[in-house]
């Protein structure tokens, strides 16, 4: 299932780039990542299935770090 806002929880300079991406939502499990503090830099670790966006949490904490 996704969500139609997560999109807002990003900051706008990444939230700018996803949308000329073309991604529009992002899955469960990215948006519980970000809710669990994915972009204020602490450490995380990921048990997640193949192909539930495990790569793309980590450009965005790549993305976040790179704009901070």
Do not use: C, W
């Not at 519980?32 to 949490?57: D, E, H, R, V």
């Amino acid at each position: 299932m996704k969500t139609d806002n997560e999109l807002t929880l990003l900051p706008r300079q990444i939230h700018d780039i996803f949308k000329q991406n073309g991604i529009k939502r992002l899955y469960p499990p990215q948006v519980q990542a970000l809710k669990q503090g994915l972009l204020s830099q602490k450490n995380m670790i990921l048990s997640m299935p193949t192909a539930s966006g495990k790569t793309l949490i980590a450009e965005l904490a790549i993305l976040d770090i790179l704009f901070s």
